[in-house]
């Protein structure tokens, strides 16, 4: 990628690129807790975006994206986003550095990247960290590693319309080679937490239904939990998340909150644990234990939270019947995208065969399979 990417640089631009990457994400657990301040545990992988860019002495910003075959050009004194165009992360990430202080001044920048687009890996977050960290090298701002993270959820936000949390762009800045990050999302710091698989692997299945967190259904959970939150704070005084109540409290929070709002609640709440008990099996070894907290993940937020869909369901509950088979759930803001799966190294052929088939059967189309190597966070080549 790095040599096609200069030379596709040089050809557009005539010029050598500084080259950025940051990588996507996988979550091995904790999904949908990071906006109630709780806690997740992902890790970048070793695809993701890269950007190439150089400074051209204009006020105007030419853009180039290698997957659309596009370009895009703009002022910095002029940004205006547009929602849905890729150049809308380019100028998001500007517009927030420059209301920040920063100096930026035209340049070139072109993108290219090997991350597959509505798998769930976040993309998004790993273009706009990689905008980020290309800019900061570039004009030598300096700009701390959870401030690019920072800026690049807030663009989401505001360019977007994704109300997302933390957790993507923190991983796609602070990965590490062969560790998960046990990221607190109240501090937003987090603990690196090795890695080691022994003889099992982890493989996504892509369901191949395509994702749009945009759709207002991430938003509304999120406002699901904010609403059992303002109720629940008139009788747990002090509380500020749904990450702040302990699983023993569940039966008086059922007490408290409505029907409808309890199984949003509870998910948030037991989530929070798993990933602690998830993190702490992993770092002594106890596979078993780390892949049924995985399996529980799924039940929870197919059931309870209601993000999965019917690919995802099939997905994961075909591959917890294997006995070669540790865990397996949804992964990320779900609706479609991938599932994340603990596999015996010796048995990933028959797991591709099995999923494969019944999938096939079932929804005429096949999985992709995806197998994952944590890897390091964003930075300059
Ligand atoms: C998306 C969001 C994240 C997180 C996950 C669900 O990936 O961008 O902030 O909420 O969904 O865990």
Redesign the pocket.
Same mark, same amino acid.
């Given at each position: 990628m790095n040599p096609q990417l200069a030379q596709t640089f040089q050809s557009l631009f005539s010029a050598t690129p500084l080259i950025a990457f940051a990588p996507g994400r996988i979550?091995l657990i @904790? %999904?949908?807790? !990071? /906006?109630q301040e709780g806690f &997740?545990f992902p890790a970048a992988v070793d695809f993701g975006i890269y950007i190439g860019i150089q400074k051209n002495s204009q006020k105007l910003c030419r853009l180039y994206s290698m997957d659309f075959d596009q370009e895009y050009s703009f002022e910095l004194d002029y940004i205006s986003p547009k929602k849905g165009h890729w150049a809308t992360y380019v100028m998001g990430m500007c517009a927030l550095l420059q209301q920040s202080g920063y100096k930026l001044e035209g340049f070139d920048l072109l993108i290219g990247g090997n991350i597959p687009v509505g798998s $769930?890996l976040?993309s998004s977050?790993a273009l706009s960290v990689a905008i980020g960290t290309a800019i900061s090298g570039l004009f030598e701002l300096g700009i701390p590693k959870k401030n690019i993270a920072l800026y690049a959820?807030k663009a %989401?936000h505001l360019f977007a319309g &994704?109300n997302? $949390?933390?957790? !993507?762009p923190y991983t796609s800045s602070f990965g590490a080679e062969g560790k998960a990050l046990l990221l607190d999302c109240r501090t937003n710091t987090h603990q690196e937490v090795s890695v080691d698989l022994q003889e099992f692997s982890l493989i996504l299945a892509n369901s191949k239904v395509k994702h749009s967190?945009a759709d207002s259904a /991430?938003n509304k959970r999120r406002e699901a939990c904010e609403e059992s939150v303002r109720i629940l704070q008139a009788h747990f005084p002090g509380i500020k998340t749904l990450r702040d109540i302990p699983e023993s409290d569940l039966v008086k929070v059922e007490s408290l909150i409505p029907n409808y709002l309890f199984p949003k609640a509870k998910h948030v709440i037991t989530e929070c644990k798993r990933v602690l008990e998830a993190a702490h099996a992993l770092s002594i070894g106890d596979l078993a234990t780390f892949g049924k907290l995985l399996n529980d993940s799924h039940q929870s937020l197919s059931k309870d939270y209601e &993000?999965s869909c019917a690919e995802l369901d099939f997905l994961a509950e075909k591959a917890q019947c294997l006995d070669f088979v540790l865990g397996s759930r949804m992964m $990320? $803001? @779900?609706f479609g995208g991938c599932t994340i799966n603990l596999v015996k190294t010796s048995e990933l052929e028959s797991f591709k065969t099995i999923l494969s088939e019944g999938y096939e059967k079932t929804f005429q189309k096949s999985p992709d399979f995806i197998p994952v190597k944590l890897s390091r966070g964003a930075a300059l080549l």
């Amino acid at each position: 990628m790095n040599p096609q990417l200069a030379q596709t640089f040089q050809s557009l631009f005539s010029a050598t690129p500084l080259i950025a990457f940051a990588p996507g994400r996988i979550n091995l657990i @904790g %999904e949908h807790t !990071d /906006y109630q301040e709780g806690f &997740v545990f992902p890790a970048a992988v070793d695809f993701g975006i890269y950007i190439g860019i150089q400074k051209n002495s204009q006020k105007l910003c030419r853009l180039y994206s290698m997957d659309f075959d596009q370009e895009y050009s703009f002022e910095l004194d002029y940004i205006s986003p547009k929602k849905g165009h890729w150049a809308t992360y380019v100028m998001g990430m500007c517009a927030l550095l420059q209301q920040s202080g920063y100096k930026l001044e035209g340049f070139d920048l072109l993108i290219g990247g090997n991350i597959p687009v509505g798998s $769930g890996l976040s993309s998004s977050a790993a273009l706009s960290v990689a905008i980020g960290t290309a800019i900061s090298g570039l004009f030598e701002l300096g700009i701390p590693k959870k401030n690019i993270a920072l800026y690049a959820q807030k663009a %989401e936000h505001l360019f977007a319309g &994704v109300n997302c $949390g933390i957790m !993507d762009p923190y991983t796609s800045s602070f990965g590490a080679e062969g560790k998960a990050l046990l990221l607190d999302c109240r501090t937003n710091t987090h603990q690196e937490v090795s890695v080691d698989l022994q003889e099992f692997s982890l493989i996504l299945a892509n369901s191949k239904v395509k994702h749009s967190l945009a759709d207002s259904a /991430y938003n509304k959970r999120r406002e699901a939990c904010e609403e059992s939150v303002r109720i629940l704070q008139a009788h747990f005084p002090g509380i500020k998340t749904l990450r702040d109540i302990p699983e023993s409290d569940l039966v008086k929070v059922e007490s408290l909150i409505p029907n409808y709002l309890f199984p949003k609640a509870k998910h948030v709440i037991t989530e929070c644990k798993r990933v602690l008990e998830a993190a702490h099996a992993l770092s002594i070894g106890d596979l078993a234990t780390f892949g049924k907290l995985l399996n529980d993940s799924h039940q929870s937020l197919s059931k309870d939270y209601e &993000v999965s869909c019917a690919e995802l369901d099939f997905l994961a509950e075909k591959a917890q019947c294997l006995d070669f088979v540790l865990g397996s759930r949804m992964m $990320g $803001g @779900g609706f479609g995208g991938c599932t994340i799966n603990l596999v015996k190294t010796s048995e990933l052929e028959s797991f591709k065969t099995i999923l494969s088939e019944g999938y096939e059967k079932t929804f005429q189309k096949s999985p992709d399979f995806i197998p994952v190597k944590l890897s390091r966070g964003a930075a300059l080549l």
